[in-house]
């Protein structure tokens, strides 16, 4: 297996250009709203987000929505803005694709390609990011045990792309009081056998603001290589993922505290 240590010793560190790498000696903070909403939204929270010294913006355009009925995301007109805050700000961005109708798209307008926790499963999705020359990460499907989940990344891996990043972001199991059950012992699992960086999300592990910064500082504390935090200027008024989501204040209480988690384990924050 590609993403193993066994196959190879040496950690896959990810250079995204402008001194931005996601390796063992840093700490990336991927921070912004769950999707794309408005241009309006979108400016106002990289701005704040960039000011506080965040260089890595995440917002999905194509959301692969649970309920068919639900709104679907801004398309290409999202990618549009997400590439505003790209010029304007200097900003690494990262968004999802929802089926590989939309991959060569969202690698045009991103410097991470984010494969969800649904589309994970989808194998043409795999294969066309595996051709990419785009870093990807990739999420762990809810329902996909570690194997399963390592044996995704190596569709990708193996069509070519090294530049891959698992990403733990919950499971689904017994346990329904959070909205999944973040698994940090499979994620304890996945830095010991692989080479790959690993980034944890604990918005979507958990689905409620109330428990996100106590998730984020044991993930800083876990020595992963980053964190994926969903932000929003008006949680209230999100149109996705809105029990998860911090407000900006939230946020920077929480980033000047995930700093120094990352420093005592000798990271710098990116
Ligand atoms: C997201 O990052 O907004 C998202 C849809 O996450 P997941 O695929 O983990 O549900
Ligand atoms: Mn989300």
């Known amino acids: 297996m590609l993403s ?4 190879k010793d040496d950690f896959q560190e990810i250079d995204l250009g402008g001194n931005i790498k996601v390796s063992k000696k840093t700490f990336a903070i991927i921070a912004g709203p769950c999707a794309a909403e408005s241009r309006d ?9 960039s000011e506080m010294g965040v260089r ?16 679907q995301g801004s398309g290409e007109e999202g990618l549009e803005w997400l590439d505003e805050v790209r ?17 060569a798209l969202v690698e ?6 984010q494969i969800g926790a649904k589309a994970v499963y989808d194998h043409s999705v795999l294969n066309y990011c595996g051709k990419s020359q785009k870093p990807v990460l990739i999420k762990r499907g809810f329902g996909a045990t570690v194997s399963e989940y390592l044996r995704m990344t190596e569709y990708i891996l193996s069509k070519g792309n090294q530049n891959v990043m698992l990403c733990e ?9 959070t909205r999944f059950t973040f698994d940090l012992c499979g994620a304890a699992v996945m830095q010991d056998e692989t080479r790959l960086p690993l980034i944890l999300d604990p918005s979507h592990a958990s689905g409620n603001a109330k428990f996100v910064p106590k998730l984020a500082l044991a993930s800083a504390a876990f020595d992963c290589e980053g964190l994926l935090i969903e932000v929003h200027s ?23 505290r995930v700093k120094l988690f990352a420093e005592i384990n000798g990271r710098v924050v990116v």
């Open 234 to 256: 008006n949680p209230e008024e999100a149109l996705c993922d809105k029990d998860q989501a911090l407000d900006l204040d939230e946020f920077k209480k929480l980033y000047e």
């Open 56 to 71: 890595m913006f995440r917002a999905g355009c194509f959301k692969p929505r649970t309920d068919p009925y639900a709104w």
């Open 87 to 103: 010029k304007q700000y200097g900003m690494k961005i990262i968004s999802e694709v929802s089926n590989y109708t939309n991959v």
């Open 4 to 7: 193993t240590k066994k196959h």
């Open 108 to 113: 045009q307008y991103s410097d991470i390609i």
């Open 41 to 49: 939204q979108v400016m106002r929270t990289a701005d704040r987000l």
């Open 169 to 177: 972001r919950g499971i689904r199991s017994f346990e329904t009081s």
